[in-house]
């Protein structure tokens, strides 16, 4: 895994390098669960970065925890949520995706989203983010595909750091967890060139 420093290096810029837009997955496939659950829920939004998802919930109404280990990237989202008037609803965490301790468990979501780290370790992330959600609750993840290697465009080309639908289906065989979608997805990325089409694993589980 890299190391923090490597994180907190790229996050050192003006700019938000993911944007301040909820990430498009977590948008379609949360928003349904927001209007189930109410305005009262709470979220991990696991290695959310400089915090994009994590606003958008508590905008909202939700608490939200961002869990991240780059200290730059949360002292963005705390920022970015004064901005957006919803600081008090957001809580900044500086953990490794594997081993944190949540401030708000048990929460009603768990979210990860683009955690590209080696399969083990997402794995352990994973199981960890699991323990954090109520029963009833939902897990939802997205990530840059493996089959985005001849697919698609952009993200890590490191095959081992690109989980696919059998593999997130094998290891969640172990809870007891109702999947709700767990597939690929047509996704876009930015180019020099333009828009263009990237293959993303979408998963959706219930935790019974």
Not at 145 to 169: C, H, I, K, W, Y
Request: charged share 25%.
């Amino acid at each position: 895994m890299i190391d923090s420093s490597y994180w907190d290096a790229k996050y050192d810029v003006d700019n938000f390098i993911y944007t301040k837009d909820v990430n498009r997955f977590v948008k379609e496939y949360c928003e349904p669960l927001i209007q189930k659950i109410g305005p009262v829920g709470k979220v991990i939004d696991l290695a959310g970065g400089e915090g994009r998802n994590s606003v958008w919930f508590a905008e909202q109404g939700w608490q939200a925890e961002n869990i991240d280990f780059s200290g730059k990237a949360l002292t963005k989202f705390l920022a970015f949520a004064e901005e957006r008037g919803v600081g008090a609803k957001c809580f900044a965490n500086r953990a490794d995706a594997t081993g944190f301790e949540s401030v708000l468990m048990p929460v009603d979501v768990g979210v990860c989203a683009y955690l590209q780290i080696p399969q083990p370790d997402l794995f352990d992330a994973l199981d960890n983010l699991l323990e954090n959600i109520k029963p009833g609750g939902y897990l939802m993840g997205v990530w840059h595909a493996r089959e985005n290697l001849a697919e698609g465009f952009g993200g890590p080309q490191d095959p081992l750091v690109l989980p696919t639908a059998s593999e997130m289906r094998e290891f969640l065989e172990q809870y007891n967890v109702e999947i709700e979608f767990l597939g690929n997805r047509d996704g876009q990325v930015q180019t020099r060139e333009g828009l263009k089409p990237s293959t993303t694993l979408v998963l959706l589980a219930k935790l019974n």
